[in-house]
T-cell receptor
Framework: KAGVTQTPRYLIKTRGQQVTLSCSPI?????VSWYQQTPGQGLQFLFEYFSETQRNKGNFPGRFSGRQFSNSRSEMNVSTLELGDSALYLCASSLASAGVADTQYFGPGTRLTVL | KQEVTQIPAALSVPEGENLVLNCSFTDSAIYNLQWFRQDPGKGLTSLLL?????REQTSGRLNASLDKSSGRSTLYIAASQPGDSATYLCAVRDQAGTALIFGKGTTLSVSS
């Protein structure tokens, strides 16, 4: 079974631009979560989607948004990029059957550099 | 607010040693706890998941324990190998069962 895939793997943008990252979960997984990883703050939770609905959101500004499609694929968007948005963005999927919190499986991440 | 701490931040050991990585959390009301491994520049690989009602989980040379009342978990690695060199991350699932709250990790280096 294929793992979690994320595209693109690397991105370079300039301040003020916007960016869209994509995540395809493991087949059959209905929950998709997004995390930001930086050297200073470590891994921080952005948001979680289940059956196209956002179930939880971390403490990030409204410039960070996401959505999930009917096939469970998810996208996250960052508008008006700032230098501090440079990070590794990780996507994770899980079965979350009947709402049970089970093992999360992570993708390889998208490395975003903002110049 | 839940906080997760991992000690030590870095650890260097010779090949063959048994070692223990520590994780502590401030709020015992967790859904579960998961240990991950991260290689440089890569994503996270899940190692072990311990539900809040469990005390330990084992997979090969890895054993993880959970003591909710004291807010602690340990990851025991037996007979360490150079291939075990990586950053090990501990994460607790909040009571809502959605977000993972991570520690900063322990970077392990095993020399041959």
């Amino acid at each position: 079974k294929a793992g979690v895939t994320q595209t693109p793997r690397y991105l370079i943008k300039t301040r003020g631009q916007q960016v869209t990252l994509s995540c395809s979960p493991i087949s059959g997984h209905r929950s998709v979560s997004w995390y930001q990883q930086t050297p200073g703050q470590g891994l921080q939770f952005l948001f979680e989607y289940f059956s196209e609905t956002q179930r939880n959101k971390g403490n990030f500004p409204g410039r960070f948004s996401g959505r999930q499609f009917s096939n469970s694929r998810s996208e996250m968007n960052v508008s008006t990029l700032e230098l501090g948005d440079s990070a590794l963005y990780l996507c994770a999927s899980s079965l979350a059957s009947a709402g049970v919190a089970d093992t999360q499986y992570f993708g390889p991440g998208t490395r975003l550099t903002v110049l | 607010k839940q906080e997760v701490t991992q000690i030590p931040a870095a650890l260097s050991v010779p090949e063959g040693e048994n070692l223990v990585l520590n994780c502590s959390f401030t709020d015992s009301a967790i859904y579960n706890l998961q240990w991950f491994r991260q290689d440089p520049g890569k994503g996270l690989t899940s190692l072990l998941l311990i539900q809040s009602s469990q005390r330990e989980q084992t997979s090969g040379r890895l054993n993880a324990s959970l003591d909710k009342s004291s807010g602690r978990s340990t990851l025991y690695i037996a007979a360490s190998q150079p291939g075990d060199s990586a950053t090990y991350l501990c994460a607790v699932r909040d009571q809502a069962g959605t977000a993972l709250i991570f520690g900063k990790g322990t970077t392990l280096s095993v020399s041959s």
